[in-house]
Nanobody
Framework: QLQLVESGGGLVQPGGSLRLSCAAS????????IGWFRQAPGKEREGVSC????????KYADSVKGRFTISRDNAKNTVYLQMNNLKPEDTAVYYC?????????????????WGQGTQVTVSS
């Protein structure tokens, strides 16, 4: 059974950092592009970042450029999202998702498999 599991969310003060992890089971993560998405209450799901199969190419939403870094360790079948200088507007449920192929998209419609999400709350 193909499964993605996110972890690492929590409550953090503005300016703080968190590292999210996306672990795969039932398939080899290294064959797929992985994306991170988020959805805040009352808002549509938005693409945050994505990374190529090898990790050599990445893409970021303008709202997180310079603050978030996506990376992957295919040997551990895991993708990470390092989030620094967090802001209250980063508060959302964060999801990872996988897609076949090599193109990098920040649109959720291109992704086939989804995790259950992890809550990130940025508040003082």
């Amino acid at each position: 059974q193909l499964q993605l599991v996110e972890s690492g969310g929590g409550l953090v003060q503005p300016g703080g950092s968190l590292r999210l992890s996306c672990a795969a089971s039932g398939f080899t993560l290294g064959y797929r592009v992985i994306g991170w998405f988020r959805q805040a209450p009352g808002k549509e799901r938005e693409g945050v970042s994505c990374i190529s199969n090898s990790g050599g190419s990445t893409k970021y939403a303008d709202s997180v450029k310079g603050r978030f870094t996506i990376s992957r360790d295919n040997a551990k079948n895991t993708v990470y999202l390092q989030m620094n200088n967090l802001k209250p507007e980063d508060t959302a449920v964060y999801y990872c998702a996988a897609r076949a192929g090599s193109a990098l998209y920040l649109s959720s419609s291109y992704y086939d498999y989804w995790g259950q999400g992890t809550q990130v709350t940025v508040s003082s």
